[in-house]
T-cell receptor
């Protein structure tokens, strides 16, 4: 069955520290891959996406993600976290050539300590 | 960037009543709109996809007669929860895309509507 897993429900990091949020997927073929961020009371904002090509994807707000086919993973990273990065992060996948059937992970809540 | 709004942001209603939630694309024409439901500490679950002027396509397990979706214009879609019951309490999120259903266009998400049914 197709699934998206975010193993970490809640992560706390200190401001200025590095961050890695994990995402694993189970799909028949490599899907499209996305990371979204959701701040309280706001909609989901796309951070970055992977369709094909370079497996290291650069996104907005200093985020990047690396697609690893062998591990079925698409982990999100940031070298230095800012207090404003505190939010809920969702990994999502969609079958190729069909952005409709987007499936989301359960989300990882990021807390940033001063 | 593209902005999608939802109204109301939260609503409380009595069991048995109907509730309408609006989703608007403010600065682009949304050929396709999506409705999701999000339970606490869980994923967003796609409920239905609608193209302007067409009937919505519902996901398996979603009751069409309970969750009425209307996409009457390129900037507005509505979700009506009919005869709401406490189990319908949830966070409903819409998204909009300028592309046709099935395309690779980005979805832009609204802020969500919290529905509580007493």
């Amino acid at each position: 069955a197709q699934s998206v897993t975010q193993p970490d429900i809640h992560i706390t990091v200190s401001e200025g520290a590095s961050l890695e949020l994990r995402c694993n997927y189970s799909y028949g073929a490599t899907p499209y891959l996305f990371w979204y961020v959701q701040s309280p009371g706001q909609g989901l904002q796309l951070l970055l996406k992977y369709f094909s090509g370079d497996t290291l994807v650069q996104g907005i707000k200093g985020f990047e993600a690396e697609f690893k086919r062998s591990q079925s993973s698409f982990n999100l990273r940031k070298p230095s976290v800012h207090w404003s990065d505190a939010a809920e992060y969702f990994c999502a996948v969609a079958p190729r050539y069909n952005n409709n059937d987007m499936r989301f992970g359960a989300g990882t809540r990021l807390t940033v300590k001063p | 960037g593209a902005v999608v709004s939802q109204h109301p942001s939260w609503v409380i209603c009595k069991s048995g009543t109907s509730v309408k939630i609006e989703c608007r694309s403010l600065d682009f024409q949304a050929t396709t709109m999506f409705w999701y439901r999000q339970f606490p500490k869980q994923s967003l679950m796609l409920m239905a996809t609608s193209n302007e002027g067409s009937k919505a396509t519902y996901e398996q397990g979603v009751e069409k007669d309970k969750f009425l979706i209307n996409h009457a214009s390129l900037t507005l879609s509505t979700l009506t929860v009919t005869s709401a019951h406490p189990e319908d309490s949830s966070f409903y999120i819409c998204s909009a895309s300028p592309g046709l259903a099935g395309a690779r266009d980005e979805q832009f998400f609204g802020p969500g509507t919290r529905l509580t049914v007493l």
